[in-house]
């Protein structure tokens, strides 16, 4: 008589496993990357990080206008990371609205394990912010100086209110670049 074993029951792997909500992970990130959102580089310079400080950079696609009296955003900010742990330090940061010819800036500071971000600003052309200090992407829509006003943990993120101090517009022919379905993209 032959035995057979059983067929091992595959185990899901936990972004598929549905939420007590009943959506999983991989659900919402699917139906969300069906809204477009605009990209952003947020900014900031530690002034703890060495002889001269340091300058970090994060990709955002989570940023939006919040009032307009008095002149708030909102960035959604991964929990613990360097940005997080920066932005509940140093209150001053700022935000760069890219443009879609920036495709490579935006993919530069979304990189998982990336190298340090003195290295990612290396040949990067900006301007430092008078209001916050951090630094403004040359070539960029626009440009919000900020400080931070409020901090609210949303589950794994926190969401980092800000004080616009000043905003910079320079004349800039190029469109928006946009974040839709997983991918940087231009309008048009």
Avoid at 178 to 183: A, D, E, K, L, V
Wanted: glycine content about 8%; charged content about 25%; aromatic content about 4%.
């Amino acid at each position: 008589m032959l035995k057979t074993t059983p067929a091992a029951t595959p185990v899901p792997s936990p972004e598929s496993v549905p939420h007590p909500e009943g959506v999983s992970n991989d659900e919402f990130r699917a139906a969300m990357s069906r809204l477009a959102a605009g990209v952003v580089l947020v900014t900031a310079h530690d002034p703890d990080d060495g002889p001269r400080g340091e300058d970090v950079g994060m990709t955002a696609t989570a940023f939006m206008s919040v009032s307009l009296d008095p002149p708030l955003v909102l960035v959604s900010v991964r929990n613990g990371s360097r940005m997080d742990d920066l932005l509940a330090e140093q209150p001053l940061w700022a935000a760069s609205l890219l443009s879609e010819n920036q495709r490579q800036v935006a993919g530069r500071f979304a990189m998982k394990g990336r190298i340090s971000d003195r290295l990612l600003f290396a040949d990067i052309p900006f301007v430092r912010g008078k209001e916050s200090g951090a630094p403004l992407v040359t070539g960029a829509l626009a440009a919000l100086e900020c400080r931070t006003e409020q901090r609210v943990e949303a589950g794994d993120h926190t969401l980092v209110i800000g004080r616009v101090l000043a905003a910079d517009l320079p004349d800039a022919d190029s469109g928006p670049l946009t974040y839709f379905r997983g991918r940087y993209r231009h309008l048009g």
